[in-house]
């Protein structure tokens, strides 16, 4: 195999660095929040033709992983869900590696709240603003530009690499674990996640549910005749409030969590309930998210969920005749810890990034616990693969002018070229 010369490979991201900030604007450009994809992909997929690579571009369907370890409950159909895989083959048999993002970003809110239109990326002062410009699109960018890079000095990596462009991270992950199904395997992952250039040592499980409470209509003239379903989840949020506090204790915790303060979050994420002003609300949808710990048994979660929600329920007059309904839905994600691989291919994975950010930093990496979820917990949990999540710096990901640091990129970018070439080995072209 070829030797690694640092200091070339850097100036060669340095030389394409215009070429992917731009490649990051027309992506951003693309408004590929669910179900809307497609023309996102098609981009991707045109650029990863034009560079030579093996194209596999498929619909996932649910029939073909709802029995796989991993999978969740589906939000609507997948008619539009498709993804894009780019393969590049070596010939030197040095390590694999599968370079994974997703593409699908979340809803960009009120409008007016942004300085710019979300799908309008815009560069100020070092930043690109954008939905998706940090999540995790620069991280698409940066693991294409870093393969560019080692092609530019004559060099490839030396173990084959799977470039995966997948849908639905953001709200079931069943993008990734389509990857799986379809037989994609490596000795490794890298995922670029928008974490300020440092290592997720772990990541929390996340659990999506729904909690649908009746009512009692009638004229609000006559309210106390009527039962508000409304208002009847309020107790219900409050014992929740209970647990999720109970969840974060010392005793619950596991290790790497130790010293984070709150880790575990219950999100009311949306409310939905009545027909109008003037009757008692007859019905009411909460859609809720809590975190887990790794190594928290999802059907156990699941389980006290329903029994606090049960027992709230039979504190209230009318909902201990008509208890609520529990509907699971989305994330189903069990909690993953790349620090509790000890396998040899684990340390060697981490060894290599290690050596790759301190070649463009000088400095140390840092490795931190996420209070997030992302895909990593696919190959980590169920395909015995060590993934690394590891991207650039950015800030309002899932809030208002979303946006990147672009120098944070270009070293991203240079440290997962580095990444590759300490891993994978590399081959002259």
């Not at 098609?42 to 370890?69: C, H, N, S």
């Not at 303060?261 to 998210?289: E, F, M, T, Y």
């Not at 996420?370 to 696919?378: E, P, V």
Request: charged share 25%.
């Amino acid at each position: 195999m070829e030797a690694v010369d640092k200091t070339r490979i850097m100036k060669a991201v340095d030389a394409l660095f215009d070429e992917e900030v731009a490649f990051l604007a027309e992506l951003t450009s693309h408004p590929s929040t669910r179900g809307n994809e497609q023309s996102a992909q098609d981009f991707i997929a045109g650029e990863l033709e034009t560079r030579g690579y093996e194209v596999d571009r498929w619909q996932v369907k649910v029939e073909d992983i709802r029995d796989m370890p991993g999978f969740s409950p589906v939000i609507g159909n997948y008619e539009d869900a498709v993804n894009v895989v780019g393969t590049r083959r070596a010939s030197s048999g040095g390590a694999s590696l599968i370079l994974n993002g997703h593409v699908d970003v979340v809803p960009e809110g009120p409008l007016d709240m942004w300085d710019t239109p979300p799908f309008e990326p815009r560069i100020d002062d070092g930043w690109m603003y954008g939905r998706g410009a940090g999540d995790m699109k620069a991280g698409i960018a940066s693991n294409l530009f870093a393969l560019d890079a080692l092609r530019d000095c004559g060099m490839g990596p030396a173990g084959d690499v799977f470039f995966q462009s997948v849908v639905e991270e953001e709200c079931t992950g069943n993008g990734a674990l389509a990857c799986l199904q379809r037989g994609y395997r490596a000795d490794a992952a890298l995922i670029p996640e928008p974490f300020d250039e440092m290592l997720a040592c772990a990541q929390l499980g996340v659990i999506w549910f729904q909690v649908h409470l009746r009512g009692m209509p009638t004229h609000a003239a006559y309210a106390g005749e009527g039962a508000n379903a409304i208002e009847a989840a309020i107790p219900i949020i409050a014992a929740l409030r209970e647990m999720e506090e109970r969840w974060n204790g010392a005793e619950h915790r596991h290790g790497a969590y130790e010293h984070v303060h709150h880790p575990l979050n219950l999100n009311i994420g949306k409310i939905q309930g009545g027909d109008w002003a003037s009757s008692v609300p007859a019905w009411c949808v909460l859609d809720l998210r809590m975190g887990i710990f790794p190594g928290q048994d999802i059907e156990s979660c699941k389980a006290e969920i329903e029994t606090v929600i049960r027992e709230a329920a039979q504190k209230n007059a009318f909902l201990r005749n008509s208890l609520p309904d529990v509907i699971y839905h989305g994330f189903h994600a069990e909690g993953y810890a790349l620090g509790d691989d000890g396998s040899e291919r684990a340390k060697r994975a981490i060894s290599a990034l290690e050596a790759a950010h301190d070649g463009v930093n000088g400095t140390a990496l840092k490795q931190v616990p996420l209070t997030a979820t992302t895909d990593a917990r696919f190959f980590g949990l169920y395909a015995d693969t060590p993934a690394l999540v590891y991207g650039p710096a950015s800030e309002a990901i899932h809030g208002f002018n979303e946006r990147v640091d672009l120098e944070s990129l270009r070293r991203v970018t240079q440290a997962t070229a580095l990444f590759i070439a300490n891993w994978c080995g590399l081959e002259r072209l």
